[in-house]
């Protein structure tokens, strides 16, 4: 056996400091054991490798590689993976981790940069992650985020959480994980489709409210839906019949309904229910427009109405007088909202305009002209715009103070509807929008992006209502369809 070293031994047989050029190093065999002697050959080596230059240590080595066989260098590479992983882990145990010497607000403050996935995966790392991943301050900041993760309204919000609250206290972080589910499957489109089956024609109307869906029809009837029902006669509650002509608006709050007609009247009916007995029936008609009645939207005391025979009309809740008349448009007034508590209303036409209104003095505040191309087919609005859709196929947002278009959403650019857009509603964060291409989309309010598109209807979607949890929709196929993103 020969070792190459780069030094000459001394008298005591140990390599000596010198740096001359390497050379062969007897071993003797002194009469020990094999065992024995291969261990003080070894050490020899080792001390004759300690002293050496790197560059010379590298070179005896490769010497020694050269000699050994493909068996010993595959097992020399299972050593050297071996040892890289123990000192790896010898590294690892050596390193403390940061968070255990941070006070617990800096710890906090990075904690709430990251987003709900990557916190969530921060719960695995160790017990004093999950302990600081698990604070409530974090939890509670995301369902607090001004607008990722909010409901559709403050008053939805408190009923969210009160479905995790106990004994005064919250679980904030069960009450997001509900809310980051929902804002996941709206914006991918994650959901689940009930067809409600009943009118024999074509539904032009609905309205939802928590679990009971209305919805109106060219047959001349509104049908009232309870979807805690399961499919079958209990899920159709009742059948109202009252117009002679087809029903083309609703609006539903609490337990008062309205409905208008192309018979050119507005009923009023009363919705209140329980297990044992029902008061539902029509309470009051209201007679005034002398066209068919297009639109309407009630407030506490008041409800104003649109007509084809170009007027908004403000009626009395209680008397069902008409108590002022708001004219200026040229053509059928097709959709209008109403903010009773602003005394503002706003309204679009077939004139192609679009006009806000002081409804306590019936002055028209601001008009926009030839705000599309062709007839204004819905309107909503907000705090700080106003959002329209039209027979053109387009959806416009404008500012509500100036009139002034601030985004164009079109099938081009925007993968927009690509038939007229017959229905759109919104809240603080999306809108809902339906048109004759059969689809049903969600767009981000404040980026006109589209989230996704619904497609399951087989016929122009006439008219749209959602909440936090669900979609409903109304179509020409005589359908009702309930998109439910809670169950996915």
């Not at 097992?75 to 050297?80: P, Y």
């Not at 607090?144 to 909010?150: A, F, L």
Request: charged letters at 25%; one cysteine or more.
């Amino acid at each position: 056996v020969r070792v190459m070293v780069a030094s000459e031994t001394d008298a005591s047989g140990l390599p000596s400091s010198s740096n001359s050029l390497p050379k062969a190093i007897p071993f003797i065999n002194n009469g020990c054991s094999h065992k024995n002697g291969l261990s003080e050959r070894a050490k020899l080596a080792r001390y004759g490798l300690k002293d050496l230059p790197e560059e010379d240590r590298l070179a005896v080595m490769e010497d020694l590689l050269r000699d050994c066989s493909f068996d010993s260098l595959e097992k020399i590479a299972c050593l050297i993976s071996k040892l890289r992983v123990a000192q790896s882990e010898i590294s690892f145990d050596r390193l403390s981790d940061p968070f255990s010497v941070l006070p617990h607000p800096i710890i906090l403050k990075i904690l709430s940069s990251l987003d709900p996935v990557s916190l969530c995966s921060s719960l695995r790392v160790s017990r004093l992650w999950q302990e600081m991943s698990s604070d409530v301050s974090l939890w509670k900041s995301l369902c607090h985020r001004s607008r990722d993760y909010r409901m559709c309204s403050p008053a939805a919000e408190r009923m969210q959480l009160a479905k995790f609250t106990q004994n005064g206290t919250v679980r904030w972080k069960e009450a997001f994980g509900e809310r980051y589910r929902l804002w996941r499957n709206w914006h991918s489109g994650r959901c689940t489709i009930r067809t409600l089956y009943g009118h024999k024609e074509g539904v032009v109307c609905v309205q939802l409210d928590g679990d009971r869906v209305v919805s109106g029809s060219t047959d001349t009837t509104i049908r009232c839906w309870d979807l805690q029902q399961e499919d079958g006669a209990g899920l159709l509650g009742h059948t109202l019949h009252g117009h002679s002509e087809t029903v083309r608006c609703l609006h539903l709050v609490n337990n008062r309904l309205a409905s208008g007609s192309n018979d050119f009247t507005i009923k009023i009916w009363n919705m209140e229910r329980s297990d044992r007995w029902s008061s539902i029936g029509c309470r009051r008609t209201m007679i005034g427009h002398t066209n068919y009645v297009r639109c309407l939207e009630m407030g506490d005391e008041l409800m104003i109405s649109g007509s084809y025979d170009s007027s908004l009309k403000l009626w009395s809740l209680e008397t069902g007088d008409c108590v002022r008349t708001l004219n200026g448009h040229t053509d059928p007034v097709l959709c209008e909202q109403y903010k009773e508590e602003e005394s503002l209303c706003v309204s679009g036409s077939s004139d192609k305009c679009i006009k806000t209104w002081d409804t306590r003095t019936t002055t028209n505040v601001m008009s926009i002209h030839h705000a599309h191309d062709s007839a204004v087919t819905c309107i909503r609005m907000d705090d700080h715009r106003i959002m329209s859709g039209s027979l053109d196929r387009l959806i416009k947002m404008w500012d509500i103070r100036t009139g002034k278009v601030l985004k164009t959403i079109d099938w081009r650019m925007a993968e927009g509807h690509t038939g007229v857009v017959r229905c759109l509603q919104a809240d603080s964060w999306r809108i809902v929008s339906s048109a004759d291409d059969r689809t049903v989309k969600v767009w981000n309010v404040e980026t006109a992006g589209r989230l996704c598109t619904l497609r399951d209807h087989t016929d122009g979607v006439t008219c749209v209502q959602f909440n936090d949890e669900r979609i409903v929709s109304g179509s020409y196929d005589k359908t009702v369809k309930v998109w439910d993103f809670t169950l996915c």
